[in-house]
């Protein structure tokens, strides 16, 4: 994404790309006790800001609007659910992605995607986010590149510090690549950085 004005889909578009329900969806946003409004709160963010309500939808005030990076962040942490991981950890990886920067040691800068080959999602356990991790400063995850990386199990070691072993591997090139098809945007530009969009 560059740094343009952030562009909002319609709930009923959104719903479709994801593999949560409506119900679902609604029950994690939830004000008083949703895990997705709770990732993002202790992320020091706003759910508002990226699902604000408007625009030409049905129900009162127009129906929920998703900027590009909800949607996404939404995206992998429906799926993460899907394989077992809780949704607080879910949804706290989504958020990573999106919006952290961070990369592990020996890995090149991201935007949320590496500008190169795939940016690959490896997930150690299916509680990453505890945290007795027994290497400083690490949760049970790593987003990494795959032209950047010799060993998954090496990077599973990093991200976990002990002798872990990778449990889940997702291609958020590829995930992103669907999700921008979707939305019809364009899929070489979407979520990519800035200097790459650029050129």
């Not at 077992?84 to 995607?113: E, H, M, N, W």
Request: with cysteine; charged share 20%; proline share 6%.
């Amino acid at each position: 994404m560059t740094d343009e004005a952030p562009k909002f889909y319609q709930a009923h578009t959104v719903y479709s790309l994801l593999p949560l329900s409506r119900s679902g969806l609604r029950y994690y946003m939830d004000e008083g006790n949703g895990a997705l409004h709770r990732a993002w709160a202790e992320a020091g963010m706003d759910l508002a800001v990226h699902v604000p309500m408007g625009g030409e939808g049905s129900g009162r005030g127009g129906g929920r609007m998703f900027s590009a990076e909800a949607v996404v962040a939404m995206m992998l942490s429906s799926e993460l659910v899907r394989w077992g991981i809780r949704p607080a950890d879910a949804f706290k990886i989504g958020l990573t992605f999106v919006f952290s920067y961070a990369v592990p040691d020996g890995q090149p800068a991201r935007a949320p995607l590496y500008e190169d080959g795939e940016t690959l999602l490896l997930v150690t356990t299916r509680t990453p986010c505890e945290a007795d991790m027994t290497a400083p400063c690490a949760d049970g995850f790593a987003i990494v590149s795959d032209t950047a990386t010799s060993s998954l199990r090496d990077e599973a070691l990093k991200a976990r510090g002990d002798e872990a072993q990778p449990v889940l591997l997702l291609n958020l090139s590829a995930m992103c690549a669907r999700i921008a098809a979707r939305l019809g945007e364009p899929v070489d530009t979407f979520m990519r950085p800035a200097a790459r969009t650029a050129a």
